[in-house]
């Protein structure tokens, strides 16, 4: 099973670009990384998914080496409302156990 | 919206009792997963139906029991109820489980309180 490892905590200020990597050691072949972010008292809401290099959409980017052992999540110019807890998951043809872990809590700051 | 409906969205019940949470997934979506998430803690993921057949099972108690019926609804249920299962409760659905990981949408949550 990928499990996946992030910083527990980030800090950061309105305007800056965040990056959050996390690592997946043991990530099989079939296995696309998936990043969600959860507000207080909500369900995550999907963020952006990637199988290899780079992603990006209207909101994020989404950087995957070519060992793909792990990814960084980037966040640019973040503002207050980024403020939320962002989880990194490794799924997809190993389907069973889906392990979101503890994810990655982002502060931003005025 | 995700478009993922939940019910209750609250409930308060005591040590012992059997509550039963309820769960309609997005329209056209086979697959439902079921989370609980505990108090400052990450998603545990519980358990994963596509329609209608039990596919994956997480760190679901015994005490804990979940199925989907044929409209594709589901329902999460827990007995015996302890303290610990305080917990958010979170239901989402995606379009299909096999191939490639599909994203799941969840549902606003559940809260129990297990008084």
């Known amino acids: 099973l990928a499990k996946t490892t992030q910083p527990i905590s980030m800090d950061s200020y309105e305007g800056q670009e965040v990056n959050i990597t996390c690592s997946h050691n043991n990530i099989a072949t079939n296995d696309y990384i998936t990043w969600y972010q959860q507000f207080p008292s909500q369900g995550p809401r999907f963020i952006i998914q990637g199988y290899k290099t780079k992603v990006t959409n209207e909101v994020a980017s989404l950087f995957i080496p070519a060992d793909r052992k792990s990814s960084t999540l980037s966040l640019p110019r973040v503002s207050l409302s980024d403020t939320a807890v962002y989880y990194c998951?490794?799924?997809?043809?190993?389907?069973?156990?889906?392990?979101f872990g503890k994810g990655t809590k982002l502060s931003v700051k005025p | 919206d995700s478009g993922v409906t939940q019910t209750p969205k609250h409930l308060i019940t005591a040590t012992g009792q059997r509550v039963t949470l309820r769960c309609s997934p997005r329209?056209?979506?086979?697959?439902v997963y079921w989370y609980q998430q505990s108090l400052d803690q990450g998603l545990q993921f519980l358990i994963q139906?596509?329609?209608?057949?039990?596919?994956a099972k997480g760190n679901i108690l015994e005490r804990f029991s979940a199925q989907q019926f044929p409209d594709l609804h589901s329902e999460l249920n827990l007995s015996s109820l302890e303290l610990g299962d305080s917990a958010l409760y979170f239901c989402a659905s995606s379009v299909r489980t096999l191939g490639t990981y599909n994203e799941q949408f969840f549902g606003p949550g559940t809260r129990l309180t297990v008084l």
């Open positions: 998951l490794v799924a997809g043809g190993s389907q069973g156990n889906l392990i």
């Open positions: 139906y596509y329609n209608g057949e039990e596919r």
């Open positions: 329209s056209g979506d086979l697959s």
